[in-house]
């Protein structure tokens, strides 16, 4: 089954700790994008990768690191310098402009990880 | 900046359409989308249509766009319990870097 996995579900953050939330994706896609998810907030992009071994910061990139070694993963490291990381986090993937797919970028999102502040 | 705004609750009577709206401020806009969020779920893309369509029907779902106004709406017909959700208004456009631009979400109500 092709698809895009977050891990884990839910995530417990102690104070001063990093955590860092994995997303894999199997559908060959050059583009992935982490995003933070608030109540009433929308949908704010942390992070996101046109192609591996190149990211971009997206609105609220502070307190956040990513890598992108890999086509398949994108992880993303909630630093302790974040301050206020409870939320949904949410990362997608999309063929990308690179991959020939023009103006038309579907983005497919995984099932999220609920990050909370013991 | 690129905007793209939609009013944040809608209750809706079972049995009876949903009209949900949206306005973006991208005049170059290629193509816009609507998402389904469940709760604690990821987004699931339920539609898109190209800037130069005026109307796109899949079953119950009726896209409409007015390029002019720039305004988006999706209709639900014979709503369901099962529509119940958020649902994300987001559009793309060249030049963007792959980034889309999402609105804030309208919570869909059903009222028994």
């Known amino acids: 089954d092709g698809g895009i996995t977050q891990s884990p579900k839910y995530l417990f953050r102690k104070e001063g700790q990093n955590v860092t939330l994995s997303c894999e994706q199997n559908?060959?896609?050059?583009?992935m994008y982490w995003y933070r998810q608030d109540p009433g907030q929308g949908l704010r992009l942390i992070y996101y990768s046109q192609i591996v071994n190149d990211f971009q910061k997206g609105d609220i990139a502070e307190g956040y690191s990513v890598s992108r070694e890999k086509k398949e993963s994108f992880p993303l490291t909630v630093t302790s310098a974040q301050k206020n990381p409870t939320a949904f986090y949410l990362c997608?993937?999309?063929?990308?402009?690179?991959?020939?797919?023009?103006?038309?970028?579907?983005?497919?999102f995984g099932a999220g990880t609920r990050l909370s502040v013991l | 900046g690129e905007d793209v705004e939609q009013s944040l609750f809608l209750s809706v009577r079972e049995g009876d359409s949903s009209v949900i709206n949206c306005t973006y401020t991208d005049s170059s806009s290629t193509y816009l989308y609507w998402y389904k969020q469940e709760p604690g779920a990821g987004l699931q893309l339920l539609t898109y249509?190209?800037?130069?369509?005026d109307m796109k029907q899949d079953q119950r779902l009726t896209v409409l766009l007015n390029k002019k106004d720039k305004h988006l709406s999706l209709r639900i017909a014979d709503t369901q319990t099962g529509d119940s959700a958020i649902y994300f208004c987001?559009?793309?456009?060249?030049?963007?870097?792959?980034?889309?631009?999402f609105g804030k979400g309208t919570r869909l109500h059903i009222l028994p």
């Open positions: 987001a559009e793309s456009s060249w030049g963007r870097d792959d980034k889309i631009i």
């Open positions: 997608a993937s999309s063929i990308g402009t690179s991959g020939g797919a023009g103006a038309k970028n579907i983005q497919y």
């Open positions: 559908l060959n896609h050059d583009a």
């Open positions: 249509i190209f800037s130069n369509m």
